[in-house]
C-alpha cells in the first residue's frame, strides 16, 4: 500500500523559509514522479513542483525562483524547499505520486493517484 506522509509545514513571517518533507513508502520510490501541490481556501489545487523518475523537475512559474524541489532516493523522500516565502504561498501543502511513465501533466493534480493529508503553511504579512 502506497503511502504519502508530509511535515514541515509551520508559520513564517514573509521572507522567511520552510523546507517541507514528504516520506513515501509501499512501492519502489525511483519508480514513483511525484509532485507539490497546494490549495488555499476556497481555491483549486494548484501544482507547485514536480520530480520525475530521471530528477528532472519543474516548478510553478508562480513560485520559480524561490522554490526547489528535490528528492533523496536513500530516505524514500521528496523534498520542497521553500524560500523567500510570501503571504500569497499561505496554504495546505499536498505531496502527490503517481507511476504512470509519462512526463506530460506533471503539475496536473488529475495524474496522481496517491496524496498525502497535507500539511500546513501560513505567511504572515
Known amino acids: 500500500q502506497v503511502q504519502l506522509v508530509e511535515s514541515g509545514g509551520g508559520s513564517v513571517e514573509a521572507g522567511g523559509s520552510l523546507t517541507l518533507s514528504c516520506r513515501v513508502s509501499g512501492y519502489t520510490f525511483r519508480s514513483f514522479y511525484l509532485a507539490w501541490f497546494r490549495q488555499a481556501p476556497g481555491q483549486g489545487r494548484e501544482g507547485v513542483a514536480a520530480s520525475a523518475r530521471y530528477d528532472d523537475t519543474i516548478l510553478a512559474d508562480s513560485v520559480k525562483g524561490r522554490f526547489t524541489v528535490s528528492r533523496d532516493t536513500a530516505k524514500n523522500t521528496l523534498y520542497l524547499q521553500m524560500n523567500s516565502l510570501r503571504p500569497e504561498d499561505t496554504a495546505m501543502y499536498y505531496c502527490?505520486?503517481?507511476?504512470?511513465?509519462?512526463?506530460?501533466?506533471?503539475?496536473?493534480?488529475?495524474?496522481?493517484?496517491?496524496w498525502g493529508q497535507g500539511t500546513h503553511v501560513t505567511v504572515s504579512s
Open positions: 502527490a505520486a503517481d507511476l504512470t511513465s509519462t512526463d506530460d501533466y506533471l503539475l496536473d493534480a488529475a495524474r496522481y493517484t496517491y
